[in-house]
């Protein structure tokens, strides 16, 4: 088959290194589909101009978005939209992004066109190629949160729906009832023979004096980041030579892209840490004023290559999300790698982890559930440690790329 997969216009995609869950995505798919057999072009953003590489049999296009950037700004000052019917939802948002990927794909008998979460371009793609056939992956809930109208108009035109979870999709087909037999769950792939890689038995929960607790992903409010330095501050009364490092960049989501969308009261109340200015103040102050902010390390964006050491030196693992998390990459990760995994009730994470048979679940928000949870877990190393490995068995089984691309195959030629 000859398959188009697009990025979203943004993300760094420079094989063999791309940043970001889902340029690390694509590209872990684009080269997996290569060695079936399969000729596939990967189309994502450059600054000034258009350029192309071939990386190990995969055509890497790159289209430039400097025009797109300067009307995303214009957009941004004079219009003022519906929440359902957000800036970065509109047709005219990255338009000429995906303009000049509708032409260069005309001609060129592409089998799929495959696009994440950008749904704005599958009309301007269906317009200029009206055989060519479109599938939607999303990674969040889009589908379910914009304007009725707007995205079932824009579904019309695609053969395929895919979701990263059952979380995802099963609220799609309630919405969208008639595009039901369409939409499919696709887990995201992860490389778990990496991460698996110089794990053992031994990994988690080693030494119960001085624990490394791991998180990993955004530093932001909806991740929880907040309730996470609360917890710690009980932990770290409890287990004094505790160690908690956080890898990830410090930033809030854009207000539009979850506030905006949403009426559920713990997602509104994360307005109290919006602007960026605000939420960067709150980590400050909090690494000023606590004691327990002594043994809390901030590591910053780390290299996806880099991030086996940490899970691998970890005892337990992290991931208090408050938002609704449409599957939870690094979750997986730390599985593969052999990790005790605490996460929060929110979205997909129950999904990904089943309470007491491949981690443990918390309440959303509750820091103190966190905390005791989280003592408990470390407190019980043989049971953390039994626990951790049949999360580890669920990863290998679940979500290592070999199943996911075989199945993304049959779904491509259903």
Not at 317 to 327: R, W
Not at 376 to 388: C, F, G, H, K
Request: proline share 6%; glycine share 6%; with cysteine.
């Amino acid at each position: 088959m000859k398959i188009a997969i697009v990025n979203q216009p943004w993300g760094d995609l420079s094989p063999p290194n791309p940043s970001g869950s889902i340029p690390i995505l694509i590209y872990e798919t684009a080269q997996r589909l290569a060695k079936e057999g399969h000729q596939v072009t990967v189309y994502s953003r450059s600054k000034w101009k258009k350029t192309e590489t071939i990386y190990e049999g995969v055509c890497y296009r790159y289209i430039p978005v400097f025009l797109d950037k300067f009307v995303n700004k214009l957009l941004s000052k004079v219009i003022l939209w519906e929440s359902l019917r957000p800036t970065f939802a509109s047709f005219v948002t990255s338009f000429f992004y995906g303009l000049q990927i509708s032409l260069d794909l005309r001609g060129k008998q592409y089998d799929w066109v495959h696009i994440h979460n950008f749904t704005q371009f599958i009309p301007t793609i269906r317009w200029m190629n009206p055989s060519i056939r479109i599938l939607l992956q999303i990674h969040c809930e889009w589908l379910t949160k914009l304007d009725y109208k707007m995205i079932n108009d824009r579904l019309q035109s695609t053969e395929l729906i895919l979701g990263c979870s059952d979380f995802i999709m099963d609220d799609v087909k309630k919405r969208f009832p008639h595009f039901a037999d369409q939409c499919h769950t696709l887990f995201n792939g992860v490389n778990t023979s990496y991460f698996t890689q110089g794990s053992s038995q031994d990994n988690g929960t080693g030494d119960l004096t001085h624990p490394t607790i791991l998180y990993v992903g955004r530093v932001s409010p909806e991740k929880g980041i907040h309730t996470l330095l609360q917890a710690f501050e009980i932990i770290h009364s409890k287990i004094p030579n505790a160690q908690l490092k956080l890898i990830g960049p410090p930033e809030v989501l854009p207000y539009e892209f979850l506030i905006g969308l949403d009426d559920d009261p713990k997602i509104l109340a994360l307005g109290e840490f919006y602007p960026n200015e605000k939420w960067a103040s709150y980590l400050s102050d909090w690494q000023r004023s606590k004691p327990a902010s002594q043994n809390v390390t901030f590591v910053g964006n780390v290299d996806y290559y880099e991030l086996r050491t940490y899970y691998q030196t970890a005892d337990l693992f992290v991931f208090p999300s408050i938002c609704d998390e449409a599957f939870g990459m690094p979750v997986a990760e730390a599985m593969s790698s052999g990790l005790p995994i605490v996460v929060a009730k929110a979205g997909a994470l129950p999904e990904l982890v089943g309470h007491g048979t491949h981690g443990w679940v918390t309440i959303a928000g509750s820091a103190t559930d966190l905390a005791e949870t989280t003592i408990q877990v470390l407190q019980s190393p043989d049971e953390a440690r039994r626990i951790a490995k049949l999360g580890q068995i669920k990863a290998t089984e679940v979500f290592d790329w070999e199943p996911v691309i075989q199945r993304l195959i049959k779904l491509y030629q259903a």
